[in-house]
């Protein structure tokens, strides 16, 4: 498997099928701000509620060929062999990837457990042969990285605008500089909120024509710690 991070905002992904399984794949759909159609005569209550309001757009009825039309992505998520089949058939002759839920022969691609935290996201993949392992991996890992990365993360987003816009700066000096940001005690400071001992960091290693302010961190993010 090839592993990339895909922007599929606005993008349509359909996926047939309106159980559990379907759901879980919907709502990963919906995080990532895809435009998403479900094919099923019936649905969660969760997926209709989701309907309900307009977040999906629901076809109340079985798959049909055509369903597929200008999507993206598929996911085959009903536990009838010949719906899934049809599906797949349809998919590959439209040359759309699909994912075939336990059916990993089948997929043209893998999704993995994620563990999101802001804009940092940490994938685990077994490459379709143990959901379970990933899942457990990707629950050790959620306890290990906490918030305080996603505020580590917003703050170098931050400060790297800021360096890479001079332009007077080397790409050497730039290097140094974000590998002299994150100090092996900087995680510690956010999670303590020793925001005073991060800001004296900062000053220390930041060019003084760099002028940064910790409460361009958002207000929500230093909540999150």
């Known amino acids: 498997m090839y592993p990339i991070s ?8 359909v996926v047939v099928g309106g159980g559990k399984v379907a759901e879980r794949k919907v709502l990963s759909l919906l995080d990532a701000h895809a435009a998403v159609r479900i094919i099923s005569p019936q ?10 309001k307009g977040a999906v757009q629901w076809c109340e009825r079985g798959y049909q060929h055509g ?3 200008e999507a993206l992505l598929v996911f085959a998520a009903t536990d009838n062999r010949l719906v899934q089949d049809a599906v797949v058939q349809d998919a590959q002759q439209a040359a759309i990837l699909v994912n075939v839920v336990d059916a990993p022969e089948r997929c043209d691609f893998q999704v993995p ?3 999101r935290k802001g804009d940092l996201n940490i994938a685990v993949s077994t490459n379709g042969a143990s959901p379970a392992l990933a899942a457990k991996i990707r629950q050790e890992l959620d306890k290990r990285y906490g918030n305080e990365y996603a505020i580590v ?11 890479c816009s001079d332009p007077s700066s080397r790409c050497a000096d730039r290097k140094r500089v ?13 999670r303590a909120e020793q925001w005073e ?3 004296q960091h ?17 207000a929500q993010e230093i909540k999150e710690t």
Do not use: Y
Request: hydrophobic share 55%; glycine share 2%.
């Open 6 to 13: 895909l922007n599929i905002s606005g993008k349509l992904c």
């Open 43 to 52: 649905l969660t209550m969760m997926l209709a509620e989701q309907a309900a």
């Open 67 to 69: 369903d597929l039309n």
């Open 113 to 115: 457990a994620l563990v």
């Open 153 to 163: 993360l917003r703050l170098m987003s931050l400060l790297r605008r800021k360096i």
């Open 178 to 190: 974000f590998q002299n940001i994150l100090h092996e005690d900087i995680i510690h400071w956010i």
């Open 197 to 199: 001992r991060l800001a």
């Open 202 to 218: 900062l000053d220390t290693v930041l060019d003084p024509d760099i002028d940064f302010d910790l409460t361009e961190l958002t």
